[in-house]
């Protein structure tokens, strides 16, 4: 049963139906969900929802029959529950270490990791394109490398990608649908194992475009019926490479490389499969494909900005894309990725630092140019989740990079081998 709450009465146990916002609208990345932390609740109080709607069905809060002890509100709640709702919210541990330090901490590292493996990316291209054999271990290592980088730091590496757009789309493409999808599977809770195979099936997912006649692959107008099928039929191909060179990969690797544009509503290709026939790791890979083909600048077009591609592949749920995978890619991504150019509700401009994915719409950000647009002597870091009332700074559009004036990743701790 549905009921209208107001916000200061939550609960952790209480199930959210709906927080009666559009999305960018609310803290969430979907508009309903299980309250497990206090914080959750703070995060709707702060953004300024009033109230929710609860499903009672299914909220499991504390009680003797199992959590489904009706509740009942509080009366009169007003400023002294508001506050306590806040006061509820647990203290970050004294020993946490900042998420930025580890961020910058990590840069160098990633910034390694992604060099050599866009390296391997570029020579297995190369070795498709000859017929010559794949080194299988060769790309092993390098998805390790890009596994532990995601496990020490979730966001390291998806910074690096929006920092790093100057190669070319074909030898950067397989590398960064790799890591998104890695970072996404991570925040999923995959194992270490499967983010391994992960990795290396997105590694693979489109080297049978190696076999689509070139002046079908860079079409930049509309494609006739039979060009696109030829297209179509490059995640067959790439099946048909691996089991070709008979390489010792596990076979979800070869399932990820083949069912990448499959979607749930049976839309998708070479075998129309629907809902949960879809192996899971080719669904990551096939959301991940979706982003980085739509925010990468191509020969013919302009990227989209992160936030406008997300938007679109939120329109997608539910059709193509299972919703809560959605909403976890989503999550994982952030609204304003780390790099984003964004003007506040002060007109100051700054950059995204890191994404805090329990708040996309708050991240931690560092000042650097006035209202005028002159670029400030010293940026300031702002924790935009950590406000107190009353002040607060927010995000009020993106700005593409290229109208910026300034270079966003001169604001990250990169190594040479990590600055375009
Ligand atoms: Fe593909
Ligand atoms: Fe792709």
């Not at 994404?355 to 002597?377: C, E, F, Q, W, Y």
Request: with cysteine.
């Amino acid at each position: 049963m549905l009921k209208k709450m107001p916000t200061t009465e939550l609960k952790v146990g209480m199930f959210v139906a709906d927080v009666g916002r559009k999305w960018f609208n609310h803290p969430w990345s979907s508009k309903s969900r299980l309250l497990s932390d206090p914080a959750e609740i703070k995060e709707l109080i702060d953004y300024g929802i009033d109230e929710v709607y609860i499903d009672t069905e299914r909220s499991k809060l504390p009680g003797p029959a199992g959590g489904r002890k009706p509740f009942v509100p509080v009366a009169g709640t007003s400023a002294p529950l508001r506050k306590a709702a806040v006061q509820t919210a647990p203290p970050p541990a004294a020993a946490a270490p900042d998420p930025v330090s580890m961020l910058e901490a990590e840069l160098p590292k990633a910034a390694k990791a992604y060099g050599k493996a866009l390296d391997t990316s570029k020579a297995l291209i190369a070795a498709c394109y000859m017929n010559k054999r794949i080194e299988v271990s060769e790309v092993q290592e390098n998805v390790d490398e890009l596994v532990e980088s995601v496990t020490r730091n979730q966001d390291a590496l998806s910074a690096l990608i929006k920092l790093r757009r100057f190669d070319d789309y074909t030898y950067t493409h397989c590398l960064n649908v790799s890591v998104l999808s890695i970072s996404t599977g991570k925040a999923l809770g995959l194992s270490q194992e499967d983010l391994r195979i992960l990795g290396m099936g997105t590694m693979f997912h489109d080297l049978g475009k190696t076999r689509v006649p070139a002046y079908i692959l860079n079409q930049p107008g509309k494609l006739t019926d039979e060009e696109f099928s030829v297209m179509r039929n490059h995640a067959a191909l790439s099946e048909e490479i691996i089991r070709e060179q008979k390489l010792d990969v596990d076979e979800q690797v070869v399932q990820v490389a083949r069912f990448h544009h499959e979607r749930m509503d049976g839309s998708g290709y070479p075998d129309h499969l629907k809902g949960e026939q879809i192996p899971r790791l080719a669904t990551i890979c096939g959301l991940s494909d979706v982003y980085d083909a739509l925010t990468s600048d191509r020969v013919y077009h302009k990227g989209m900005l992160p936030h406008d591609a997300l938007k679109f592949i939120y329109g997608l749920r539910g059709t193509h894309f299972e919703p809560t995978w959605v909403d976890r890619f989503v999550q994982s991504v952030g609204i304003y990725p780390p790099g984003s150019v964004v003007e506040l509700n002060s007109g100051h401009i700054a950059v995204v630092i890191e994404v805090i994915h329990t708040s996309l719409l708050n991240p931690v950000i560092k000042i650097v140019a006035d209202p005028k647009g002159r670029i400030m002597g010293k940026p300031r870091l702002v924790h935009l989740a950590s406000q107190t009332e009353g002040n607060a700074l927010s995000i009020n559009k993106v700005i593409p990079p290229s109208e910026a004036g300034f270079d966003p990743s001169h604001y990250f701790n990169l190594t040479e081998a990590g600055k375009p």
